[in-house]
């Protein structure tokens, strides 16, 4: 995975993404199906060579770069405390998970079987759903400590929902390894802010003249 500003600012708005995609879920119970297959599709994407392969290209993570660029900015006036609360943990479980092989393969077995039954079922299939947050549950659960979901209990006591948010935050983490791949680190993001954003501004840019 090249070290890049580039590469970094798609995995981190990755991370935003998803985390948004939680918060829609756990508050509203639904959230962009486009949005959702995206992160989902980026779990199956086992050979893709480029960050561009993994996502499908920025146009697929705008949302996140939006955020991101909304987050990460000083003195920004749209800055939620529960989306950097879900990528700041992503962060942090990616590092613990990254200490644990065995664990590693048991996720990537969990992963594998999902992609297989999602070419029956679709991507974005009820089983497929509860296969990733099954296999969150099995993995990542168990690391310690669980990532705190805000929401509306209506929402998040439906297994649907509930199986939907551990797949995103699944997605998150796998993007959180993505960013360490591309040379992103706690410094990084402090010393480097102003060039990821830069691209992350750029890359919105470049999405919008495309469409």
């Known amino acids: 995975m090249e070290a890049s500003h580039r590469n970094r600012a798609l995995a981190l ?9 939680v918060k ?3 508050w509203r119970g639904q959230c ?23 996502y499908g ?8 770069l939006r955020t991101l660029v909304e987050q990460v ?24 998970l990254m200490k644990q092989p065995d664990m590693i393969r048991t996720l990537r077995d969990g992963i594998e079987v999902a992609a297989h039954q999602s070419e029956s079922f679709g991507i974005l299939h009820e089983n497929i759903m509860s296969r990733l947050g099954q296999t969150y549950q099995n993995t990542i659960s168990e690391l310690g400590p669980r ?3 805000q929401g509306e209990q209506n929402h998040l006591g439906n297994p649907h929902n509930a199986a939907r948010i551990r797949a ?7 993007a959180a390894v993505l960013w360490r791949q591309a040379g992103g680190s706690r410094w990084k993001l402090i010393f ?11 890359m919105l840019e470049e999405t919008a003249e495309a469409s």
């Open 13 to 21: 708005a990755a991370m935003f993404q998803s985390a948004g995609l």
């Open 24 to 26: 829609d879920v756990a």
């Open 32 to 54: 962009d199906a486009a949005q959702l297959e995206t992160m989902i599709r980026s779990l199956f994407a086992f050979e893709a060579g480029t960050l561009d392969e993994v």
């Open 57 to 64: 290209g920025a146009v697929n993570l705008r949302r996140g």
């Open 73 to 96: 900015q000083a003195n920004s006036p749209q800055v939620d405390g529960e989306i950097s609360r879900y990528v700041i943990n992503m962060l942090y479980l990616e590092r613990k």
């Open 147 to 149: 990532i705190i979901v």
């Open 168 to 174: 995103l935050l699944l997605a998150g983490i796998r």
């Open 192 to 202: 480097g802010r102003n060039a990821m954003l830069a691209e992350a501004r750029f």
